[in-house]
């Protein structure tokens, strides 16, 4: 068959390996840019407000029901074992650790991740990067830069507004509606949840997330096809493989924290 073709087999090999490198110089040159672009900072924080400001109501809301039920589901679980107080430790111990972090991050993806395809894409279609280029202005740190310390910056911030928001969730379903003792609530929570190694790992995981999902996001609009069918296609790609990527970072983040 000609699929088993060991030229076409090596080519391919070739290209991606051609891609990865590409990836790799970009995300170098955007790490590098951190310093000019806090020097303009008004470039991040106005992408700080478009990422994160924008992305603002589907977080609290989806944290809000993410709380609920976990107050539901905690609930009648610990209720078997007579534990019922541990509510509070359990909704804050699942948000903190796990949920906040990855929920958002997907959230994110969805949310902020496709915008910034699609508008870097469009920039491209529309010439608007070259035209940059033929003007001595260096696209990638003019345009690029500014939104991938935005996206890391918002990231972390969206991640704890989620887990606010599920723990009060989860208080209202588990006092205000089921009759859980509020002081056992929280004392439960406060005494059980660890700020380094709990919350600490959560912020971790969050600015993790949060580099990923926006360098995914750029690299796609920046590598796409100046076509509508290009900027589509690249678009699709950001959320799939954003959010593979958060998923097989959070496994390989737990493992690590863990063990240590």
């Known amino acids: 068959m000609s699929w088993?073709?060991?030229?076409?087999?090596g080519l391919a090999t070739r290209a991606k390996l051609a891609d990865i490198g590409h990836a790799a110089r970009l995300f170098v040159r955007l790490v590098t840019l951190f310093g000019p672009s806090m020097r303009r900072f008004g470039l991040v924080r106005d992408q700080v407000h478009f990422l994160g400001n924008y992305s603002l109501a589907i977080i609290t809301v989806s944290g809000l029901f993410v709380g609920f039920v976990l107050g539901l589901q905690g609930y009648y679980t610990l209720q078997r074992?007579?534990?019922?107080?541990?509510?509070?430790?359990?909704?804050?111990?699942?948000?903190?650790?796990?949920?906040?972090?990855?929920?958002?991050?997907?959230?994110f993806a969805g949310r902020a991740g496709t915008s910034l395809t699609a508008?870097?894409?469009?920039?491209?279609?529309g010439e608007q990067l070259s035209a940059m280029e033929m003007m001595a202005v260096d696209p990638i740190q003019r345009i690029l830069a500014p939104r991938f310390w935005g996206g890391v910056i918002a990231m972390p911030l969206l991640a704890a507004v989620f887990s606010a928001v599920g723990i009060i969730g989860g208080y209202v379903v588990g006092v205000l509606l089921i009759g859980v003792d509020p002081g056992a609530f929280w004392s439960q929570m406060q005494g059980g949840v660890d700020v380094v190694k709990d919350v600490g790992n959560g912020v971790a995981k969050s600015v993790v997330f949060g580099v990923a999902v926006t360098f995914i996001a750029l690299l796609q609009g920046y590598g796409s096809q100046p076509t509508p069918e290009g900027v589509s296609r690249a678009t699709t790609r950001t959320v799939v493989v954003a959010s593979l990527a958060v998923l097989g970072l959070d496994f390989v983040l737990t493992a690590l924290m863990f063990s240590i």
């Open 81 to 107: 074992y007579g534990s019922s107080e541990a509510l509070g430790l359990l909704v804050a111990l699942s948000l903190v650790r796990e949920l906040g972090p990855v929920v958002t991050a997907l959230l």
């Open 119 to 125: 508008e870097i894409g469009l920039m491209k279609a």
């Open 4 to 9: 088993w073709n060991p030229a076409h087999v």
